[in-house]
Nanobody, 126 residues
Framework: QLQLVESGGGLVQPGGSLRLSCAAS????????VGWFRQAPGKEREGVSC????????NFADSVKGRFTITRDLAKNTVYLQMISLKPDDTAIYYC???????????????????WGQGTQVTVSS
């Protein structure tokens, strides 16, 4: 059974850092794009970043460019979202999602992703 489990969320002060993890089971990352999305209270779920199945292509939302980095560890079958210079506007539940047959490229469009994790809360506040 294909499963995604996020971890690493928490409370952090503005300007701080967090690293989120998305552990995949039931499939290998090689031919799946993995995306990170977030949803703040009262707002729609928005795309944050993604990495292609090859690992050679990534994308970022304009709001996080230069602050967030996406990487993966195939040996651990895990994708990471490193977040620095966090702002209160980054507060949200963060979800990872997987899209099959997305080897060469990825898009951060939630409608393109088939499998979803349960989310992890990130709160940026002093």
């Amino acid at each position: 059974q294909l499963q995604l489990v996020e971890s690493g969320g928490g409370l952090v002060q503005p300007g701080g850092s967090l690293r989120l993890s998305c552990a995949a089971s039931g499939f290998t990352l090689d031919y799946y794009a993995v995306g990170w999305f977030r949803q703040a209270p009262g707002k729609e779920r928005e795309g944050v970043s993604c990495i292609s199945g090859s690992g050679g292509s990534t994308n970022f939302a304009d709001s996080v460019k230069g602050r967030f980095t996406i990487t993966r560890d195939l040996a651990k079958n895990t994708v990471y979202l490193q977040m620095i210079s966090l702002k209160p506007d980054d507060t949200a539940i963060y979800y990872c999602a997987a899209r099959p047959k997305a080897f060469r490229s990825c898009v951060i469009d939630r409608n393109e992703y088939e499998y979803w994790g349960q989310g992890t809360q990130v709160t940026v506040s002093s």
